[in-house]
């Protein structure tokens, strides 16, 4: 093995190393927010965030923190100790990763038709929970999602009539407006929580794909140079056992 291969080896070895360093630092920000999240729930009272949303998110950056953190620790042991095994496992784990993000993105596109139906009934039967106050998380999702997106209904506050013309016939959910001690059709919210929803999502379209696209290319790029990484060591093992008797 010649110098060249070997310095190329070394710096690969580096790239990957910085690589999954910054991805373990994220995850441990990511887990440690979660944690703060979830132990600090009682004094985050002046949040215009439900207890059950923030729960619910404290959950999902505590299992997003831990898989970042675990992927990027595996990645910086497997190419600053160059363990084959580490280095296989790293890239099994990042390529089962990939492909099931591939396959979401597929399945979601593909009938993105059907899941904006699925969401739009989810949201009106969420909606008649919250009239016939049968499901808490409906009222926390709902309040929280009107406070904070500054929305109202579906696609307008006289959704609510809709809903319940008796309970909601002179004035929608107190959420719907920003001063809730006086709410009422007049000073409502005007756009729709969907339609808030979808205007923002079509409107930054552009950015939301260039940061999925970024994900998959840093992916790409972790597989590819633990590829390399591993082959490289498995050619120099041969090759350094002669030279070390």
């Not at 009272?45 to 620790?73: M, Q, R, Y």
């Not at 904006?116 to 039967?125: H, N, R, V």
């Not at 756009?191 to 290319?217: M, P, Q, R």
Request: with cysteine; aromatic share 10%; charged share 15%.
């Amino acid at each position: 093995m010649n110098s060249l291969q070997v310095c190329c080896g070394e710096f690969i070895r580096i790239i990957l190393f910085v690589l999954n360093f910054i991805f373990w630092a994220a995850g441990g920000v990511i887990l440690g927010v979660g944690i703060y999240v979830k132990v600090s729930l009682n004094d985050l009272k002046n949040v215009e965030v439900s207890h059950d949303t923030l729960n619910t998110s404290a959950l999902f950056l505590i299992t997003l923190g831990c898989v970042v953190f675990l992927v990027g620790l595996l990645g910086c042991c497997g190419s600053l100790t160059q363990n084959r095994c580490m280095l296989l496992l790293y890239f099994t784990l990042v390529t089962l990763i990939f492909l099931a993000e591939i396959g979401l993105a597929i399945a979601v596109y593909a009938n993105k038709d059907q899941v904006t139906e699925s969401l739009e009934d989810q949201f009106k039967t969420c909606m008649e929970q919250y009239a016939n106050s049968t499901e808490s998380v409906c009222v926390d999702t709902i309040n929280s999602l009107q406070s904070v997106l500054q929305c109202c209904g579906e696609d307008n506050a006289t959704d609510w009539k809709a809903i319940n013309s008796t309970l909601y016939a002179t004035s929608p959910p107190p959420s719907c407006c920003k001063d809730q001690g006086n709410c009422n059709y007049e000073n409502a919210y005007k756009e729709g929580c969907f339609t808030t929803i979808n205007d923002f999502v079509n409107s930054n379209s552009k950015y939301i794909g260039f940061g999925v696209l970024g994900v998959a290319v840093i992916e790409l790029l972790g597989m590819s140079l633990a590829c390399y990484l591993r082959s490289h060591i498995m050619k120099r093992v041969p090759y350094e056992e002669p030279h070390a008797m």
